[in-house]
């Protein structure tokens, strides 16, 4: 099989305004792979922040069916999570590409409370 291009996108950010409440996405993205024998996708965490996801010795979090070559796919990341995720592509035979891009993420819960605000002072 030849090696998959595939891209990973993790929307994983948290934006915060002075009044706003946190906005957040935790949706692993990729477009798949365009090869004619490929069967499926498996994703891959590290769940703890910092660290390099690898798949030795490891579950996937998730495997995707390949259904359209060059096709969109995606999974969702559980809340109130951080680490490293990619993606590979494994064909009929059972091959596997190599690993996707890695892409850090960081899932915040909806309901925390707001920063602090700054620049306090009484003059």
């Known amino acids: 099989m030849k090696h998959a291009m595939i891209s990973v996108i993790l929307f994983a950010c948290v934006f915060f305004g002075a009044l706003a409440t946190p906005a957040f996405a935790r949706d692993a993205t990729w477009t798949g792979n365009t090869e004619p024998d490929v069967e499926k996708y498996r994703v891959w965490l590290c769940k703890v922040a910092g660290c390099v996801v690898q798949r030795t010795g490891n579950t996937p979090f998730a495997v995707v069916i390949h259904t359209a070559p060059g096709g969109v796919y995606s999974v969702t990341i559980p809340d109130d999570l951080a680490g490293d995720?990619?993606?590979?592509?494994?064909?009929?035979?059972?091959?596997?590409?190599?690993?996707?891009?890695?892409?850090?993420?960081?899932?915040?819960?909806?309901?925390?409370?707001?920063?602090?605000?700054?620049?306090?002072?009484?003059?």
């Open 85 to 123: 995720a990619a993606v590979d592509a494994v064909d009929l035979a059972g091959n596997a590409s190599p690993l996707s891009n890695h892409a850090s993420f960081l899932v915040v819960l909806p309901d925390l409370p707001p920063l602090a605000p700054a620049g306090f002072s009484v003059r």
